[in-house]
């Protein structure tokens, strides 16, 4: 049932796509239905792969750099309070000024390559990662500190067998979102400025009206993000193997 779900879904969801398109009489140029759709990705599939290439590489770099330095933002300020007293309203801040409005800011300073755009995505992942993981370690069970403490536990034994443990559920939720918002950053980025991508090659096929085409490469693009997803997802409960698994993909 597991593995049929998702196929029931995507049929029921791809049944009520053709049933739109066929009794709103809605013109092909501005929703073509799932055929026109699957004919474009296989039409332009030797287009789309290297673009697709491109935005899933700026996408799992922005992950992987955006995991680490919001998780090493978050311990300098679980150990460092006085850190944490300056840092987060930066955080806050950085979180308060849109994207869209970074967007020409990075691709300036960075250039048109990838370092904009994992830029980015580094951005918008930043902060779920590093607030998910601080207010976990903050929650930690305060009696088994204490136990720790009367047993002359060392600080780092405590951090690393307590605290961060004690962390690893809420990290594992800003992990989830930071995956599912990555994708974001990194097609805003191409939209702005960039020579390869799928969201560059959605703005180029906009440009030429060819609506099929963006519907191809915007599948494409969910196609992936749910796939990524699935794959944080499945590891996120592999390292949190006592957790119950029910809220699972």
Same mark, same amino acid.
């Given at each position: 049932?597991?593995?049929?779900?998702?196929?029931?879904?995507?049929?029921?969801?791809?049944?009520?796509?053709?049933?739109? %398109?066929?009794?709103?009489?809605?013109?092909?140029?501005? &929703?073509?239905?799932?055929?026109?759709?699957?004919?474009?990705?296989?039409?332009?599939?030797?287009?789309?792969?290297?673009?697709?290439?491109?935005? @899933?590489?700026?996408? $799992?770099?922005?992950?992987?750099?955006?995991?680490?330095?919001?998780?090493?933002?978050?311990?300098?300020?679980?150990?460092?309070?006085?850190?944490?007293?300056?840092?987060?309203?930066?955080? %806050?801040? +950085?979180?308060?000024?849109? %994207?869209?409005?970074?967007?020409?800011?990075? $691709?300036?300073?960075?250039?048109?390559?990838?370092?904009?755009?994992?830029?980015?995505?580094?951005? /918008?992942?930043?902060?779920?990662?590093?607030?998910?993981?601080?207010?976990?370690?903050?929650?930690?069970?305060?009696?088994?500190?204490?136990?720790?403490?009367?047993?002359?536990?060392?600080?780092?034994?405590?951090?690393?067998?307590?605290?961060?443990?004690?962390?690893?559920?809420?990290?594992?939720?800003?992990?989830?979102?930071?995956?599912?918002?990555?994708?974001?950053?990194?097609? $805003?980025?191409?939209?702005?400025? +960039?020579?390869?991508?799928?969201?560059?090659?959605?703005?180029?096929?906009?440009?030429?009206?060819? #609506?099929? $085409?963006?519907?191809?490469?915007?599948?494409?693009?969910?196609?992936?993000?749910?796939? &990524?997803?699935?794959? #944080?997802?499945? @590891?996120?409960?592999? /390292?949190?193997?006592?957790?119950?698994?029910?809220? +699972? %993909?």
């Amino acid at each position: 049932m597991r593995i049929l779900r998702p196929v029931i879904l995507a049929a029921g969801l791809l049944l009520l796509w053709q049933l739109v %398109v066929v009794l709103s009489g809605v013109p092909k140029f501005i &929703l073509p239905g799932p055929i026109p759709v699957a004919r474009a990705v296989v039409t332009h599939w030797s287009s789309l792969q290297g673009h697709l290439l491109t935005t @899933f590489s700026e996408i $799992v770099l922005g992950l992987i750099i955006g995991t680490v330095l919001g998780s090493i933002c978050a311990l300098t300020m679980f150990l460092q309070p006085l850190v944490k007293r300056w840092l987060l309203p930066v955080l %806050v801040v +950085s979180q308060a000024i849109p %994207v869209f409005a970074l967007a020409p800011l990075l $691709v300036l300073w960075l250039g048109y390559g990838m370092a904009s755009k994992v830029a980015m995505a580094v951005l /918008i992942i930043f902060f779920p990662v590093t607030s998910s993981l601080y207010y976990g370690m903050q929650r930690t069970n305060r009696e088994l500190l204490e136990l720790a403490r009367i047993m002359g536990a060392r600080p780092l034994a405590v951090l690393r067998w307590i605290v961060i443990p004690s962390a690893l559920p809420a990290f594992g939720s800003g992990l989830r979102v930071a995956t599912a918002v990555a994708p974001i950053g990194a097609v $805003v980025g191409e939209w702005v400025g +960039s020579s390869s991508g799928l969201g560059y090659y959605m703005l180029h096929a906009n440009a030429r009206m060819q #609506v099929d $085409v963006m519907f191809a490469a915007l599948l494409i693009l969910a196609l992936v993000s749910l796939g &990524l997803y699935f794959i #944080v997802d499945k @590891f996120v409960v592999y /390292i949190l193997f006592w957790e119950k698994t029910d809220g +699972s %993909v």
